[in-house]
DNA sequence: CATGTGTACTATCAGTGATGGTACACCTAG
DNA sequence: CTAGGTGTACCATCACTGATAGTACACATG
């Protein structure tokens, strides 16, 4: 479910965060399902609880998991995510965009690349 | 022409490569102009003068400038930058549009997007 | 030669990501 | 109630990286 990429330049407890959050944009997991404990998924990833703690609370501060103290962590119900999510997407998009256009790139040829996916 | 923004997470001479990364390839820059050297930017912009080594050795690196031991940097000539610029951008571009089609979201609705632009 | 250029070091500092370890509070199953 | 699993809050430490400070040297130009 989680895998760490030692050669990505990124932080580990930021590489589980993106992890966590497109699982749960797919809808691979369920509202409400349990997440694995902060020690378990330590254990699993052999790597520290204090990193797995950090990425469930900055998930926490983005609405996209809740936390019950002594019970664990779970995902969270609100359909605003996605939603959210989306319009994060498409100001990153439209951003590089604008660069490319400046560079010379034609809008049109852009769009062609898109739709051929 | 060149500025530091301290509320960016980047380092500064990641800012600084980005910045003239961009200039060089909006063409506000000319083949063989000469950038400030070293010192000079390092103290236009308050800075330690290995700050900007780094980032010219990088430019450099990345075949957007050349150096002339003794005179300066200098802007590059090759005509390939923009082309292979633009296909960053491209992948880019093209990685986050796959994401944002997962969680969703229509290509119709992100290339009304586009054309808006 | 003097000056301005890039380059190469070394040392030091600050911030951050990650680890290791301890301790405590909460919840649930038995 | 107790034991064990849960989250949470610390603290100390280490490693890496970005940045600074300073020195020294080689090269090009006037």
Known sequence: ????DYKDTRPIYEQIVERYKTLILKGALQSDE???SVRNLAMELSI???TIQKAYAELERQGFIYTVKGRGNFVSGDSGLVDRRKNEYVEQILALVREVLEIGMSKTELIREIEAL
């Open 48 to 50: 520290n609880p204090n």
């Open 34 to 36: 349990q997440l694995p």
């Open 1 to 4: 479910m989680i895998l760490i």
